[in-house]
């Protein structure tokens, strides 16, 4: 599930998968969980989130990969936020042989992303 920013993808990703009993693997919560271990790639992660730079695709997607791997491992269902967002990453999950059920895309209008995106930086 993807959307822009005011969409609500992030609770509305929780909630689904709450009301489904799966888990909610958040590419957000993931990109925080690594930098809160105070690594060399969660300090990277970090110093672009100082930039308010994206996270490079290839550090995307490997923590992805390897939160999805471990979902697979424990025979979980999930609910995936956040990502694919580019085509690189989506084409990184089909080689990992990750290929989605379903996949929504929230949308609002220009005016209304716009809106959120000037409140997120004031």
């Known amino acids: 599930m ?20 799966y888990a909610c693997a958040s590419v957000g919560d993931l990109l925080i969980k690594e930098i809160s271990k105070k690594t060399d790639l969660g300090k ?4 672009y989130y100082r930039q308010l730079k994206y996270v490079p695709d290839d ?11 471990t979902l ?3 025979k979980k269902s999930y609910i995936l936020e956040g990502f694919p967002k580019t ?11 990750v290929i989605p059920d379903t996949f929504l895309v929230l949308n ?3 005016q209304e992303i716009e809106k959120a995106a000037l409140y997120n930086f004031m």
């Open 72 to 74: 697979e491992k424990e």
């Open 2 to 21: 993807v959307g822009p920013p005011g969409s609500n993808v992030r609770e509305l990703s929780l909630q689904l998968a709450d009301y489904l009993g």
């Open 108 to 110: 609002l209008p220009d």
């Open 44 to 47: 990277t992660i970090e110093e």
């Open 59 to 69: 550090i995307v997607t490997e923590l992805v990969k390897k939160h999805l791997a």
């Open 87 to 97: 085509r690189v990453q989506g084409l990184s999950l089909q080689r990992a042989g």
